[in-house]
């Protein structure tokens, strides 16, 4: 009796990891288009004005009634603003499901908007500085250095932004790849990470060595660890990027981890 008791919970059990794994697969995808339509969003600010960028703070809370019809008006509003075709570069994964999905399209767009006013509220926040320095160059005619570090602060704030973009990519990188790799897993290991999990912020540059070498010895296929080439470069010269990275990986783990719980509970 408790044999067959068991035969027939065999396939609860594996309709549960089938539904993890959609569920991340889902995560994943999801997550992809918001990222995508928020770099969008950072990559086109620079073509609009302040009267768009406060448009765009009234529109925010509206955003959770977007349907799949706010894509078309995104792209003609970039086209009367005179976007460039290389602006709105996106990846072939998130231009398919842009062409079919509409849950997509709103996510997409709603990444749009985020990005716009990531980029407002760094401009609002460099105005004082500014200005500051726009009052001191009127103040001291005579010394017109200050000129330039107007346009240092304007430079520093543009740097800084694509400095935030580019470890913002390498962290969900390495997240994604914690997604991947965690059906390799073991309940002993995602215990561990858990343990693992406050200490992340004391990783070093060779943490990233452990985790290929953990990889490895867990038969993780060069497909699971694959990650984008342009960030190859970085993870070989920046210890700050390879830490980003190992800390996205342990973020991506734990979250399958969580929802594994999840559906153990729910099953309960």
Known sequence: MMIQQQERQQPVATDDQLTVRLETEKYISSHHVHQEGYELGIRS????????????????PLTAAFDGEVLDYLWTYLDTKGCPDDVRRLSADVTQLL?????????????????VLQMWHLTKEQAPVCQM??????????????????????LDTRLETERQILLNHIHQE?????????????????????????????????????????????????????????????????????ILFCQGWLDGVLHVWALIKEQVEKAV
């Open 174 to 242: 390495g997240y994604e790849l914690g997604l991947r790799s965690a059906s390799h897993l073991t309940q002993h290991d995602f215990r561990h990470f858990e343990c693992v999990y406050p200490l992340a912020a004391n990783f070093d540059g060779a943490v990233l060595d452990y985790l290929w070498t953990y990889l490895d010895a867990k038969d993780c296929v060069d497909a699971v660890q694959t990650h984008d080439q342009a960030f190859d470069h970085l993870l070989e010269i920046s210890d700050q990027s390879r």
């Open 99 to 115: 062409a079919v999905d509409d849950q997509s399209r709103i996510l997409f767009c709603q990444g749009w908007i985020d990005g």
């Open 45 to 60: 600010a620079s073509h609009l004005t302040q009267t768009d960028f406060c448009h765009f703070e009234r529109v925010l």
């Open 133 to 154: 320095v726009a009052d001191r160059v009127s103040h001291q005619t005579e010394y017109p250095r200050p000129q330039s570090s107007l346009t240092n602060d304007g």
